[in-house]
């Protein structure tokens, strides 16, 4: 009960003492028995306990995100920041990157500007999606919306009648 009480996860209470989880659970009373979501809370929190604040502190002011210390560090983004102090976090925001080409054309990068131009020029969004290797979502999100000549939103065309089924006839 004490291992348990003092945060050990099930798994290692039984291993430390040589018995089942099973034994372990059924030695605990119903009303201490921690649910899935605070033992894997609990769990982050000891790991958290090892990371060495300090330095990845250091590494965010540097310039580091939390997704890369969180790769470096093995562990979540969110275990990550939580490790830095709150008055040091500021919103980054995403910054837009060129879309890159793949296929034959890879290793050039084209950029929103040349999207464009080609695309005033009168290419197309499908033609080129198709040469960039991305959707035309990603081209469509390049234009400004008076400059998109692509059909409007909320305008499908009809579907074409159905035809009449044979041996179907209304009476």
Do not use: C, N
Not at 106 to 127: F, K, N
């Amino acid at each position: 009960m004490r291992l348990y009480d003092s945060g050990t996860p099930q798994q290692r209470v039984a291993a430390t003492l040589g018995i089942s989880v099973e034994a372990v659970v059924a030695r605990l009373e119903p009303s201490r028995r921690r649910s899935r979501q605070e033992a894997a809370r609990l769990a982050v929190d000891q790991q958290g306990e090892l990371l060495p604040q300090k330095e990845i502190t250091t590494r965010y002011v540097q310039g580091a995100t939390v997704a890369e210390l969180g790769r470096l560090y093995e562990m979540h983004p969110s275990t990550i920041r939580r490790r830095i102090p709150g008055d040091l976090i500021r919103s980054r925001g995403r910054t837009p990157q060129p879309l890159s080409r793949t296929g034959a054309g890879a290793g050039r990068v084209l950029v929103d500007e040349e999207v464009r131009r080609r695309y005033a020029a009168g290419e197309s969004a499908y033609a080129l999606a198709r040469e960039l290797g991305v959707f035309t979502h990603t081209i469509r999100a390049q234009m400004p919306d008076a400059d998109w000549r692509g059909r409007p939103a909320g305008k499908a065309p009809a579907p074409p009648p159905r035809p009449a089924q044979p041996g179907l006839e209304s009476e």
